[in-house]
């Protein structure tokens, strides 16, 4: 990361961000707001639309599972 620069956004992240920003240029990148507790990848407002790219390991392998318990777990702590 440190040699490419990546600490804030990986290759494929900008890649999904530019094709975004060309469909709806509207687009924010790294947006967090009250309703969404942590900060998504992109956010369109004209169609109040939170994205989520997990395709970095750190972003824990899969998506959350409200009825998996070893995620509700996780949450709580």
């Known amino acids: 990361m ?7 956004h990986s290759k494929p992240e900008q890649v999904i ?7 709806y240029p509207d687009t924010i990148y790294q ?4 309703r969404y507790p942590f900060k998504c ?15 970095y390991w750190a972003h824990g392998g899969h998506f959350f599972n ?6 509700v777990e996780k949450l709580k702590s």
């Open 17 to 23: 961000f530019n094709f975004l920003k060309n469909e």
């Open 31 to 34: 947006y967090k707001e009250k």
């Open 66 to 71: 409200e009825n998996d318990e070893k995620d």
């Open 41 to 55: 990848d992109f956010y369109i407002p004209s169609k109040d639309l939170f994205i989520e790219y997990n395709g």
């Open 2 to 8: 440190l040699k490419n620069c990546s600490f804030s």
